[in-house]
């Protein structure tokens, strides 16, 4: 599984600065990104990377919001309506380790993310 931070021809969706929250547990919940996630989808994988300085202080504090899922790992897309002027979604999606996850991402373009989940899995997103 490739990086799509690296695969420009590959690329079919980027967010440079997004939010996200992870819901693993009530530490992750209470967190604040606002404008510091990158996304990115490829055909192979969707990535949900904190931007630098902002990586190190995610890492730290255990935020699990550095991820690289692979497409297939992806068990649903669902919008959630519209928050503070972006699409809020929740992915939810099976981790290296065989756990479930979910993740809410912030979007500006997030019509655009959904059309492309939406391609990639052949399932209309909800």
Known sequence: MGDPFLQGEGLLFFEPAAAAKSL???WTRMASTYGSIQVSLSRDCLSIRP?????????????DLDHTISTSQIKAVENMGERMGRGKILITFVTVEGTEREVLLYLKKHGEFLARMGELTGRPTR
């Open 24 to 26: 693993k547990n009530r």
């Open 51 to 63: 931007r630098w300085p902002i990586k190190w202080l995610t890492s730290i504090l255990q935020l």
